[in-house]
């Protein structure tokens, strides 16, 4: 049994969770592995206590125990679990396709899940009337800019990032899931709006789906 800490509450608006550890659990749900979530206490993430920094030493979140392992960062954690958990295969065959799954999967990182996205979800974490709506829609506006063009363009005819269903896209899973909450138009990207509908549609997504509760997404046994 894998344990994956992480940072999950229900709101008003729907059950929110870290963006990071999203990633990594629909890899744990399509490799239909047996999983328990671990939700850290309220605060942890920014007091950094001392247990919590003992098993990751930047005190964020996502990682993982699996047995007496630990494993953090979200993209080493997925390619763990790819290398200990090899079936089914979420990595193409060969050097070039598996540089080209890193490349999306860093180009997700670093423009989005700590680029433009957090502009926009953090807010989502407060009262609606403590929130920085400029700040939102400069996060929107980054996305518009960068991210979502570049998607446009990679995904070309392909379903998915580089063909079939890869680690490539577990990170877009977690764009998917902020897009669901803030409901910003695509109307100038419809591949891209394609694209995340048919991430929505795969059965993994139920587990970081803001419509699920943390009762019915709190792992496989
Ligand atoms: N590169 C890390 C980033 C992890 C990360 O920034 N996680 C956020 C939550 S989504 C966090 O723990 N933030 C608290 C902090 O930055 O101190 C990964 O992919 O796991």
Not at 114 to 133: A, I, K
Request: proline share 7%; charged share 25%.
């Amino acid at each position: 049994m894998i344990h994956l800490y992480t940072t999950e509450r229900e709101y008003p608006w729907g059950t929110l969770r870290s963006t990071n550890a999203s990633k990594v659990k629909v890899v744990l749900e399509e490799k239909g592995l047996s999983y328990q979530v671990e939700r850290m206490r309220a605060g942890d993430l920014w007091k950094k206590p001392p247990e919590f920094l003992a098993k990751h030493p930047l005190g964020k979140v996502p990682f993982i125990e699996d047995g007496d392992r630990i494993i953090y960062d979200s993209s080493v954690i997925n390619e763990y679990l790819e290398d200990q958990y090899p079936q089914p295969a979420l990595m193409p065959a060969s050097a070039l396709d598996r540089a080209r799954v890193r490349m999306l999967e860093n180009f997700c990182d670093e423009a989005i899940l700590v680029g433009d996205l957090p502009l926009l979800w953090m807010p989502y974490w407060s009262e609606p009337s403590q929130r920085d709506t400029a700040r939102m829609e400069k996060g929107r506006e980054g996305l518009r800019q960068r991210a979502l063009p570049f998607i446009e363009q990679t995904l070309g005819d392909q379903a998915f990032l580089c063909g079939e269903f890869s680690l490539a896209d577990a990170g877009y899973m977690a764009l998917a899931m902020v897009l669901q909450v803030d409901g910003m138009a695509l109307d100038a990207f419809p591949r891209t709006a394609r694209y995340l509908e048919r991430l929505r549609a795969r059965a993994s997504y139920a587990c970081i789906s803001p419509a699920s509760s943390l009762a019915d997404s709190s792992g496989r046994p």
